[in-house]
């Protein structure tokens, strides 16, 4: 009897401390109350402005999809009846243009056969590809990334 009395008496007192802890409220890393509801970020301008006034920004690693060195909020939105980002840089159109070519994967279906046209898994192009703003980062980090070196194009 006198041991059940102990162990009920110990139950009990850390069911208080866990309650007095509780109580206290937890904080996030962000420094706001984990409840509070989340501040939205300002607004980043995009780095580049018009298409083909921008210097493509350079990789950090060599499978990192290019990021897009110019603004996109005016460009229309990506769907079955159209992708805005072919007109510049299809393989018909980016030598006119000016502009990068789609990558050779971006023909390449899941059995590897090659099309024409960019097949359906690489049609949306802002699944991979983001606009650059610059923007600090959000948390300290020391990632200097793969030293990309261009291929050299052999005539």
Not at 28 to 44: F, I, N
Not at 108 to 114: A, C, P, Q, S
Not at 118 to 132: F, L
């Amino acid at each position: 009897m006198h041991k059940s009395l102990k162990f009920t008496v110990a139950i009990v007192a850390s069911c208080l401390a866990s309650l007095a802890l509780a109580a206290d409220g937890a904080n996030s890393m962000r420094g706001s109350d984990v409840a509070a509801p989340d501040q939205a970020p300002e607004v980043k301008a995009y780095a580049g402005k018009r298409p083909g006034t921008e210097a493509p920004v350079a990789r950090t690693f060599s499978t990192q999809p290019p990021v897009i060195p110019h603004a996109v909020e005016n460009f229309d939105e990506i769907n079955l009846e159209g992708n805005q980002c072919l007109d510049c840089h299809s393989a018909a159109t980016y030598q006119k243009k000016k502009a990068p070519k789609i990558g050779d994967s971006h023909f390449l279906d899941r059995e590897g056969k090659k099309h024409a046209e960019a097949t359906g898994g690489r049609y949306n192009c802002v699944q991979c590809h983001v606009p650059q703003v610059d923007a600090p980062p959000l948390v300290d980090n020391t990632f200097k990334g793969d030293a990309v070196k261009k291929p050299v194009r052999k005539n």
